[in-house]
């Protein structure tokens, strides 16, 4: 099982970055995705989540209205969509898949990958 993000890096506040996850190594599109971020010091925490089919999406309050997940199950790759980024986005993103459904807690998670640095800095 590989699951491999991408699309990290450095912008200014109000800017905008897209990130991917890539996967193999199981059926992705019997699974829920999520993306979660730590920041330094602190706990892993739920960003979003989308549901297998896509037709269920979940946000934390702090990034509703700003970030977008989506997910190709054609190509076995989730995304997130980051726009309007703060300050207080700069974290290593990670995304994970699970096969319970509403989960927003890292134990709930089956798989995950290694993470991408968001950094968000003028």
């Known amino acids: 099982v590989q699951l491999q993000a991408s699309g990290g890096g450095l912008v200014q506040p109000g800017g905008s970055l897209r990130l991917s996850c890539a996967t193999s190594g199981f059926t992705f599109s019997h699974y829920d995705m999520g993306w979660f971020r730590q920041a330094p010091g602190k706990e892993r925490e739920f960003v979003t989540s989308i549901t297998w089919s896509g037709r269920s999406i979940d946000y934390a309050d702090s990034v509703k209205g700003r970030f977008t997940i989506s997910r190709d199950n054609a190509k076995n790759t989730v995304y997130l969509q980051m726009n309007s980024l703060k300050f207080e986005d700069t974290a290593v993103y990670y995304c994970?898949?699970?096969?319970?459904?509403?989960?927003?807690?890292?134990?709930?998670?089956?798989?995950w990958g290694q993470g991408t640095l968001v950094t968000v800095s003028s």
């Open positions: 994970a898949a699970t096969f319970r459904a509403l989960a927003t807690r890292p134990l709930e998670y089956d798989y």
